[in-house]
């Protein structure tokens, strides 16, 4: 069992820059997780941002969010990170973390194959 909470949320305004973390409880078991990070907005359902392998040699972006965020993680501080750059008002949205106990996937981007969830960040970008 790990508990995340996520941080680093706020309010922005169009082409401004955030960087999220997402702290585990353990590291004893965090470094071998796949890392991934959802986002909700009001009315729609939870959608896939960003997953990072326990290495973190592998990463795997939405098309929505490639070339402007970037995913990584400091197993030693038992922290994954998302920096999220040129934010646009669609970007609005919580922001989750969550921890897949399996090893990576070509396509780490379904909900239900992650362990441990994280209660998320509010994102809100101004136009």
């Known amino acids: 069992q790990v508990q995340l909470v996520e941080s680093g949320g706020g309010l922005v305004q169009a082409g401004d820059s955030l960087r999220l973390s997402c702290a585990a409880s353990?590291?004893?078991?965090?470094?071998?997780?796949?890392m991934g990070w959802f986002r909700q907005a009001p009315g729609k359902e939870r959608e896939f941002v960003a997953a990072?392998?326990?290495?973190?040699?592998?990463?795997y972006y939405a098309d929505s969010v490639k070339g402007r965020f970037t995913i990584s993680r400091d197993n030693a501080k038992n922290t994954v990170y998302l920096q999220m750059n040129s934010l646009k008002p669609e970007d609005t949205a919580v922001y989750y973390c969550a921890a897949d106990r399996a090893g990576w996937s070509a396509t780490p981007i379904f909900k239900d194959e992650y362990d441990y969830w994280g209660q998320g960040t509010q994102v809100t970008v101004s136009s």
């Open positions: 990072i392998s326990w290495s973190g040699t592998m990463t």
């Open positions: 353990s590291g004893r078991t965090f470094s071998t997780y796949v």
